[in-house]
Nanobody, 118 residues
Framework: QVQLAESGGGLVQAGGSLRLSCAAS????????MGWYRQATGQQRELVAA???????NYASSVEGRFTISRDSFKNTAHLQMSSLKPEDTAVYYC????????????WGRGTQVTVSS
């Protein structure tokens, strides 16, 4: 099993920045991709950003150029630097990790609230 612990959410004014972190623990062997989804109230969960073990990244078009995902493989931690935040970025942000060492398994964090005030 893999456990994911998120941190860094909070309240920020529009135009501000926040940095989310996601630390993986437990049986972390073979974790490939890590990333973030978000879910706003009444909306479907959507992919925000992802990073592979080879540091390939993928971003939602709505955050491209404003958010940067990075990964510290030695610490099995992923970070999401969010800048130029907009009220529409308000959502619960969920970290996920994909493990391929024992078949394909996806693990989720509990989520962290990000609120951007206008």
């Amino acid at each position: 099993q893999v456990q994911l612990a998120e941190s860094g959410g909070g309240l920020v004014q529009a135009g501000g920045s926040l940095r989310l972190s996601c630390a993986a623990s437990g049986n972390i062997f073979g974790i490939n991709a890590m990333g973030w989804y978000r879910q706003a109230t009444g909306q479907q969960r959507e992919l925000v950003a992802a990073i592979t073990s080879g540091n390939s990244t993928n971003y939602a078009s709505s955050v491209e150029g404003r958010f940067t995902i990075s990964r510290d493989s030695f610490k099995n931690t992923a970070h999401l630097q969010m800048s130029s935040l907009k009220p529409e970025d308000t959502a619960v942000y969920y970290c996920y990790a994909v493990q391929t060492a024992y078949g394909l398994k996806t693990y989720w964090g509990r989520g962290t609230q990000v609120t951007v005030s206008s």
